[in-house]
Protein backbone atom coordinates (compact mmCIF):
# COMPACT_ATOMS: atom_id res chain seq x y z
CA UNK A 1 0.00 0.00 0.00
CA UNK A 2 1.61 3.21 -0.75
CA UNK A 3 0.62 5.44 2.43
CA UNK A 4 -1.28 8.74 1.17
CA UNK A 5 -1.02 8.12 -2.53
CA UNK A 6 -3.78 4.99 -2.92
CA UNK A 7 -5.16 5.19 0.64
CA UNK A 8 -4.65 5.79 4.01
CA UNK A 9 -2.71 3.37 6.74
CA UNK A 10 -3.94 3.00 10.66
CA UNK A 11 -2.73 1.15 12.64
CA UNK A 12 -4.63 -2.32 13.69
CA UNK A 13 -7.45 -2.13 16.08
CA UNK A 14 -6.95 1.62 16.76
CA UNK A 15 -10.72 3.17 15.94
CA UNK A 16 -9.58 6.40 16.60
CA UNK A 17 -7.22 6.84 13.69
CA UNK A 18 -9.46 4.72 11.54
CA UNK A 19 -12.38 7.15 12.61
CA UNK A 20 -9.97 10.45 11.79
CA UNK A 21 -8.92 8.92 8.47
CA UNK A 22 -12.51 8.26 7.76
CA UNK A 23 -13.54 12.03 8.98
CA UNK A 24 -10.26 13.55 6.89
CA UNK A 25 -11.68 11.48 3.82
CA UNK A 26 -15.28 12.57 4.50
CA UNK A 27 -14.68 16.50 4.69
CA UNK A 28 -12.02 16.15 1.87
CA UNK A 29 -13.49 15.54 -1.63
CA UNK A 30 -10.48 16.69 -3.63
CA UNK A 31 -7.72 14.28 -1.68
CA UNK A 32 -11.04 11.46 -1.50
CA UNK A 33 -11.47 11.50 -5.25
CA UNK A 34 -7.95 11.90 -5.94
CA UNK A 35 -6.88 8.63 -3.61
CA UNK A 36 -9.53 6.98 -5.32
CA UNK A 37 -8.05 7.88 -9.34
CA UNK A 38 -4.30 6.85 -8.25
CA UNK A 39 -5.94 3.76 -6.48
CA UNK A 40 -8.01 2.53 -9.65
CA UNK A 41 -4.83 3.69 -12.24
CA UNK A 42 -2.58 1.51 -10.02
CA UNK A 43 -4.98 -1.29 -10.09
CA UNK A 44 -5.29 -1.52 -13.64
CA UNK A 45 -1.96 -0.95 -14.30
CA UNK A 46 -0.69 -3.69 -12.07
CA UNK A 47 -3.44 -6.51 -12.40
CA UNK A 48 -3.97 -7.06 -15.87
CA UNK A 49 -5.47 -10.13 -17.41
CA UNK A 50 -2.22 -11.48 -18.66
CA UNK A 51 -0.41 -10.67 -15.22
CA UNK A 52 -3.21 -12.22 -13.17
CA UNK A 53 -3.38 -15.27 -15.53
CA UNK A 54 0.09 -15.84 -15.13
CA UNK A 55 -0.01 -15.68 -11.56
CA UNK A 56 -2.72 -18.25 -11.75
CA UNK A 57 -0.89 -20.49 -14.26
CA UNK A 58 2.17 -19.77 -11.79
CA UNK A 59 0.45 -21.00 -8.62
CA UNK A 60 -1.10 -23.84 -9.86
CA UNK A 61 2.00 -25.26 -11.55
CA UNK A 62 3.88 -24.70 -8.21
CA UNK A 63 1.36 -26.96 -6.27
CA UNK A 64 1.06 -29.66 -9.29
Request: charged letters at 20%; aromatic letters at 4%.
Given at each position: ??EGQ????????NV???????????????K????G????D????TF?S?????A?????????
Amino acid sequence: MLEGQIGILVDSGNVDALAAAMLDLSNDPVKRRQLGHQAKDRVSATFTSKTVTDAGIQFYKSVL
